[in-house]
């Protein structure tokens, strides 16, 4: 008999799949909100953004030239590539959460749980936020 908990986990054909955009089944919901959620997963996110955009400028270093002009061919692009990553990650990681219907605001769990004692010191000092301003209590841009 198979392990209950592996049957919860993607194969690895399914984890690179899924890196790149594909659903996986709804039996690994709790994995994938670990994974877009759970902690390190910017770390995860950036991790799979940098591969891409690493393949399709290697073949510029097979060109003839010295070591600094395949870096100012590539280097820029490179950056960039990972750069926008970066400032939409959290957009991405929404969308992904969307996409495998789950709650698109996990993605500031962890950030809830780190600034709680702010958020209670507010209210101890201040009183509970009105309800007018339940719609700025996520980090959505949309």
Do not use: C
């Amino acid at each position: 008999m198979s392990d209950p908990t592996n049957a919860d986990r993607p194969t690895p054909l399914q984890k690179l799949t899924y890196a790149y955009g594909r659903r996986l089944p709804a039996s690994m919901n709790r994995w994938v909100a670990e994974d877009l959620a759970g902690q390190g997963a910017v770390r995860r996110h950036m991790i799979r953004m940098a591969i891409p955009p690493l393949l399709v400028l290697a073949p510029v270093w097979l060109i003839p030239a010295s070591f600094y002009v395949h870096l100012e061919m590539t280097a820029p692009i490179y950056i960039w590539a990972l750069l926008m990553a970066l400032a939409l990650n959290k957009v991405w990681r929404r969308h992904r959460l969307a996409q495998h219907g789950l709650d698109p605001n996990l993605v500031d769990v962890i950030k809830r749980k780190r600034d709680a004692h702010i958020h209670d010191d507010y209210a101890r000092r201040f009183g509970p936020r009105p309800d007018e301003a339940k719609w700025q209590s996520n980090s959505s841009p949309f």
